[in-house]
């Protein structure tokens, strides 16, 4: 049978609309991929999938009933690492989840399985150091406002943590490599869009845009950073692994 | 708040603070309510961490480095020479509330030099933390120093506004004790231990008849002893520790290597290294003792007065214990898992679901993450490789040391040509 080729718009809405497609027709020589990263196969037959969220959700709610919550949480995670084929890896756990009576997620010793709970488990340390490492800044308009740059599409898994965190302050945390954001205004949190005036800087807190007391408590949390550290103890090695050099950048502390 | 005198005090205070190790964040279960500012139900986070690779999650500060106290393992020590700060109760109020509205920290972790009197520094502690909860409403992590010989009115007081309340006990013996710090007593550091344990308990009990019964102290009390300056072997510190754990419901003991801060001559001179190594051996003690389920005497006893630098502790019993190995992956229950070197609990987990689904062999282990350079000689599995030569003990752990780069390689041969 020729390769089969789905493609779906980068939702996950769409992925599990692909995956019932795949069920639908009984398909075995099959991969999944997004449309925005698609790699033209020579010899596949390309079908293109429309999002429809009433076969996504029938698809969803097979997988939570053959899988323990953590075990469907973990591909939905690994879904939003958006690493390169991870679809079909997806679709293998699925595939592998209804051919058996059993609950099959902690069977480790499955290749796709046990890859899948490795991403999982990547997309959640990712997760977490946002969770860690946002560093909100205060403008003029009286937003607590924040840019980042997670490796995985992280937001849709941090906004429950924030909005539950800083339930009376207003706040944005904008992804600047997705191009979206989450801002809460004191009743909900919503996805938004943003035009950056051209000569913002991400890593500068610039007076023009925030307020300025912000200045001032960047300037005590950097000498509060300085003060703790014990120079007898220096262990940069661990300080690294700890805090990885691609989150300097938007870290106060680390700035000079 | 005036910026530059803040700043100055900050620094002071911060810079006092620090010798202290705990960052626990984790462990309460103070949610947000009435739209306030603040949730301490998750588990911690660090925010950020030092050059010196240490957690930090916590605005920890001392209230004041003023002292009546003169120990000499002490910075704040009333004799030495350095400048001396105060925070006022609103300053420490506004940094914290700005710090955590920016995502910088979990909470606060308040400790003070002791001035006037002991109820005199609670009060202020308690007054903090108070303003805190009940004007700023915030939900976040307070932790607070018990202040010993604080009444027991404030010490009440306090545990329901902090979540978490320790009390270092600073020296692992009473000799040490009174040769360090002369004027305080083991008592004193006791006293209020005991004190709010049996509030945790009372609270605790009276939650489960009445449900709006305030939380106290919900992440519990720790406390913190220094390695390395009172000349304790690691078999008092680590029976200490166990007693403090038993007897107290601790929730942590930390190990502070020694600093040395002090021209002293009962202490280590300035400039000595800190036994950072040692400190590392002691957490995997501790370790061993509330996860792994190892009671503390299998690691530590008369015979084993000491932790082997080279090895960590798991694989040092393992290799005066070998008559207890090789076990059989498949079929070995957790306690003897947990026994063996190289598998931390996470991959005791795994093996225990994966091996319901077949039989696991080296492999499979590899891929879970066991740390096979040590576990291979304690263990067999779906293979028929495996370690077949009678090995002695110095045999394994050659070969084991032969196998591996120490991340302390650097120390440990300091260390070792210190005494060779």
């Known amino acids: ?256 | 708040m005036s910026f530059q005198r803040t700043q100055e005090k900050l620094k002071i205070l911060a810079d006092a603070a620090k010798y202290d190790v705990s960052c626990s964040s984790s462990g309460s279960k103070r949610a947000n309510t009435n739209k306030g500012l603040g949730d301490a139900t998750g588990m911690g986070i660090c925010h950020s961490y030092t050059e010196d690779g240490r957690c930090v999650s916590l605005l920890k500060i001392l209230l004041t480095n003023h002292c009546i106290f003169d120990c000499a393992y002490c910075v704040t020590r009333k004799s030495n020479d350095l400048k001396r700060a105060a925070f006022k109760v609103q300053e420490v109020v506004d940094l914290t509330i700005n710090f955590y509205r920016r995502n910088y920290i979990e909470g606060l972790f308040l400790s003070s030099g002791i001035f006037k009197s002991a109820d005199y520094t609670m009060e202020r502690l308690v007054a903090v933390a108070k303003k805190l909860r009940t004007e700023e409403n915030f939900n976040g992590y307070i932790h607070l120093k018990s202040i010993p010989g604080a009444s027991d009115e404030l010490m009440r007081e306090a545990g329901l506004y902090a979540d978490r309340l320790s009390v270092n006990i600073e020296i692992p013996t009473e000799a040490g004790l009174k040769k360090l710090a002369p004027d305080k007593k083991r008592e004193d550091f006791i006293k209020p231990m005991i004190k709010v344990k049996n509030e945790i308990i009372q609270y605790q009990t009276e939650k489960k008849i009445i449900k709006s019964t305030p939380k106290f102290a919900p992440a519990g009390q720790s406390t913190q002893m220094i390695i390395g300056a009172s000349g304790e072997n690691d078999f008092q510190i680590m029976q200490t520790s166990n007693h403090f754990y038993k007897n107290y419901n601790l929730k942590r003991v930390y190990y502070s290597g020694y600093v040395p801060i002090s021209y002293d001559n009962r202490l280590p001179k300035i400039g000595s290294a800190v036994p950072m190594l040692r400190e590392n051996r002691l957490y995997q003690t501790d370790w061993l003792m509330r996860f792994y389920g190892f009671d503390v005497s299998e690691i530590l006893n008369k015979q084993h007065q000491n932790l082997d630098l080279d090895v960590d502790p798991k694989l040092s019993w393992a290799l005066r214990n070998l008559h207890e190995f090789p076990i059989d992956v498949n079929t070995a229950d957790k306690r003897m898992l947990a026994r063996v070197p190289g598998l931390g609990m996470r991959s005791v987990h795994k093996i225990l679901n994966a091996r319901r689904f077949r039989k696991l062999n080296w492999e499979h282990l590899k891929k879970i993450g066991v740390a096979l350079n040590r576990a291979q000689y304690f263990m067999v599995c779906d293979s028929n490789q495996f370690e077949k030569r009678d090995l002695t003990s110095e045999k394994i752990k050659g070969l084991i040391l032969q196998n591996s780069t120490s991340k302390y390689q650097k120390m440990l041969s300091n260390q070792l040509s210190l005494f060779g």
């Not at chain 1, 939905?76 to 690492?81: E, Q, T």
């Not at chain 1, 979206?180 to 913002?200: A, H, R, S, T, W």
Request: zero cysteines.
């Open chain 1, 1 to 256: 049978m020729q390769a089969k080729n789905l493609i779906y718009d980068g939702t996950f809405d769409g992925f599990l609309s692909a995956v019932f497609y795949v069920f639908e027709h009984k398909l075995t020589n099959v991969t999944i991929q997004n449309e925005f990263a698609m790699q033209q196969g020579l010899f596949s037959d390309v079908e293109k999938i429309t999002t429809e969220e009433v076969k996504a959700n029938r698809v969803w709610k097979g997988i939570k009933s053959k899988l323990s919550a953590k075990g469907s949480y973990q591909l939905y995670y690994a879904f939003l690492s958006e690493q390169i084929a991870v679809e079909t890896l997806l679709l293998d756990y699925i595939q592998y989840a209804f051919s058996k009576a059993h609950n099959v997620d902690k069977d480790y010793s499955h290749p796709s399985i046990l890859k899948i709970a490795q991403i999982a488990k990547s997309v959640g340390r990712e997760k977490h150091r946002m969770e860690a490492f946002v560093r909100f800044r205060l403008t003029k308009d009286d937003i607590y406002f924040t840019n980042i740059e997670p490796d995985f599409n992280v937001l849709p898994l941090i906004e429950k943590h924030f909005k539950r965190r800083y339930a009376d302050q207003k706040w944005v945390i904008y992804d600047i490599k997705r191009g979206y954001g989450l801002f809460y205004d004191l009743e909900k949190v919503e996805l938004i869009n943003m035009d950056f005036p051209e000569n913002f800087n991400f890593t500068k807190t610039d007076d023009s845009f925030f307020a300025e007391q912000e200045f001032e408590f960047q300037k005590l949390w950097q000498d509060y950073f300085k003060a703790t550290n014990i120079e007898s103890r220096k262990n940069l090695k661990l300080h690294i692994r700890h805090v990885p050099k691609r989150y300097w950048k938007y870290l106060s502390e680390k700035q000079p």
